[in-house]
Each structure stands twice: as C-alpha cells, then as structure tokens.
C-alpha cells in the first residue's frame, strides 16, 4: 500500500516542528505547534505532543516560565540544515499559517482594550489603537453592563483599523468644508 503525505515517521514530524517554530515570532504553546504544522493529513496532536518534549530534552526547543515554546539557536541551525527536506506543498501550508499567525499577534499588541467597572454597574471601555511609534487613537465609551463593555471591546478588537479610518476620514472631511466655507 502507498503511504501518501510528507509524515512518514517521528523525525518528520521534528523537522516541521523545527521549521515552524523557526519562523513564528512568539513564544507559542502545544496546541498552537500543532495547529501551525497541521499541514499533513498524517500529523496528529499525539505526534506534536511527544515530539515537542523530546526536542526540549535535545535542546532544540526551550519551555518559557508560562508554558511556552521557544526555539534556541541549536534548533535554529539544525533547521537551517533539514528545511528542504520538507515537502514544498506542506512547507507552502506551514509558511502561510505561521505568516497568519505572525500577523494576528503583530495585530493584538497593537490593539488594546480595557474594562473597567463603575460603582453602579456600568462599566468603560478604554480602546486604543497604537503603530510601531506610538498611539495613534485612544477612544473611551461607557457600557451600561459587563455584557455590553465586552461585547464593545470585542468590536473594537476586530475593527479596530476601519474604525480609526472612518473617524479620520471624517475629521478631515469636516476640516475641509470649513475651509470651504470661509
């Protein structure tokens, strides 16, 4: 019988660790390893779940204090050598959700949200919105209820972009009329 996909035994699996890990950006737990080298049919969390330990005890990957995994530069150089033995299909795969990942955690040290509660049960939300020199938008709402400051943070979260975009683009909408009229 043919065996298809790129895993074909443990050290397959170790080199997709070894790749992924290599190119994620922050320190990511078990779960996230496995969800970032699902690529091939033939992986499963019981691979990643054995592998992973292994390549601490090896030193190819250290465990940060919160449980985290991290490559060290001894996994870094053996991933240097083993990435091409890697199928480009899977390696295609694992190069876009490492980029996606990448991208969603670039994302939330950007955009921040607090709750604060109220004496009288109401609650505020502070949003804001930063780049890499600074922030660039800090907006405050208040919430009559936890239900409701959770439901707006959680808006603010995913469009956090659009709703900076829409508040300057009226900003400087009404700047320009002003100007028009005088």
């Not at 950006?25 to 690529?39: A, F, G, N, S, T």
């Not at 907006?139 to 603010?156: F, K, Q, V």
Request: aromatic share 6%; proline share 3%.
């Amino acid at each position: 019988m043919e065996q298809r996909g790129f895993i074909q035994d443990m050290l397959d699996v170790k080199v997709l660790i070894l790749f992924v890990m290599a190119r994620v950006q922050y320190p990511v737990d078990l779960q996230k390893i496995y969800e970032l080298c699902y690529q091939d049919d033939r992986l499963s969390y019981f691979d990643v779940s054995v592998a992973v330990p292994e390549m601490v005890r090896s030193g190819h990957l250290s465990q940060t204090e919160d449980g985290s995994f991290v490559i060290t530069d001894k996994g870094r150089d053996h991933e240097a050598v083993t990435c091409d033995a890697i199928a480009y299909p899977v390696m295609q795969r694992a190069q876009a959700a490492v980029d996606a990942f990448n991208r969603e955690m670039r994302r939330r040290g950007l955009v921040r949200t607090q709750i604060d509660r109220q004496p009288d049960g109401s609650c505020t939300v502070a949003m804001t919105l930063n780049d890499e020199k600074g922030m660039l938008m800090k907006l405050e709402l208040s919430a009559p209820n936890i239900t409701h400051a959770r439901a707006l943070a959680r808006a603010y979260e995913q469009q956090a972009d659009s709703i900076f975009q829409t508040i300057m683009t009226q900003l400087l909408a009404s700047a320009e009329e002003r100007r028009a009229d005088v």
